[in-house]
C-alpha cells in the first residue's frame, strides 16, 4: 500500500489549498481515512476523517467550517480543501488510511509521507 500526499505549499493568511492523497495497493471506498497533521514542536493531532463507507466525515474542532474533506472513488484518492487559513495550520500533513470502519486515530495501518503546508505573510 502506497499513500501519496501532494498539494502543500506557501499560502498567505486567509487563503486556500487543496491537499490531494492517492492511494495505490488498497481501495479507498470503504476504508477509513484520515488526515493528519505536525506543526514544528508538537504532537501529531487529526484533522479530518472520513470512518469506512457510510459512517460520515468528522473534522476536529479547529477544521470544522474552514476545511472539507472529500473522496473521489473512481481515482482512489481523498482530499482536503481547506479555507482561511491561518499561521497556526502551518505544519506538515499526513494522509492515513486503515481498513476499519472506526474513528481515525494515530495508530491507523497506512500512512503517506507528509506535505508541508506553510501559512504565512
Known amino acids: 500500500v502506497q499513500l501519496q500526499a501532494s498539494g502543500g505549499g506557501l499560502v498567505h493568511p486567509g487563503g486556500s489549498l487543496r491537499l490531494s492523497c492517492a492511494a495505490s495497493g488498497i481501495t479507498l471506498d470503504s476504508s477509513t481515512i484520515g488526515w493528519f497533521r505536525q506543526a514544528p514542536g508538537k504532537e501529531r493531532e487529526w484533522v479530518s476523517c472520513?470512518?469506512?463507507?457510510?459512517?460520515?466525515?468528522y473534522y476536529k474542532d479547529l477544521a470544522k467550517g474552514r476545511f472539507t474533506i472529500s473522496r473521489d472513488n473512481a481515482k482512489n484518492t481523498v482530499d482536503l480543501q481547506m479555507s482561511s487559513l491561518k499561521p497556526e495550520d502551518t505544519a506538515v500533513y499526513y494522509c492515513?488510511?486503515?481498513?476499519?470502519?472506526?474513528?481515525?486515530?494515530?495508530?491507523?495501518?497506512?500512512w503517506g509521507e507528509g506535505t508541508l503546508v506553510t501559512v504565512s505573510s
Open positions: 492515513a488510511v486503515d481498513s476499519l470502519p472506526i474513528m481515525c486515530y494515530d495508530g491507523m495501518t497506512y
Open positions: 472520513i470512518v469506512g463507507r457510510y459512517s460520515g466525515s
